[in-house]
């Protein structure tokens, strides 16, 4: 593997973890899991936007280049969102299922 593409993946994990964990539970789990967190997002929301056909970075680029003027690399943007919208979803399905555990262990 290259090391480039390593230290890309832990940097948009990183990122998207810690936007992830900052929207869904208003906290920070820390580097190591951040980036975890946002690495499985970056799988899960990777697969929805290929499975809608969507680029997920292109209107964002688009419109801080309107604004802006500051030309942002498309694919970068695009990895930082797909992985947290993966993530804020990873988040989710983890809280409703620590849920039904816990009223399950109530009842």
Known sequence: MDYMNLLTMVVVGMIAGTAAARIVKGDNFGFLM?????IAGAIVG?????????????GIVRIIDET??????????????SATVGAII???VSKT???RRVKKHIV
């Open 68 to 81: 802006f003027d500051v030309q942002l690399p498309e694919n970068f943007v695009g990895m930082v969102v």
């Open 46 to 58: 990777g697969f929805i936007f290929k499975a809608l056909d969507v680029s997920p970075g292109a």
């Open 34 to 38: 951040n980036s975890l967190l946002g």
């Open 90 to 92: 990873l988040l989710f």
């Open 97 to 99: 299922f620590r849920r």
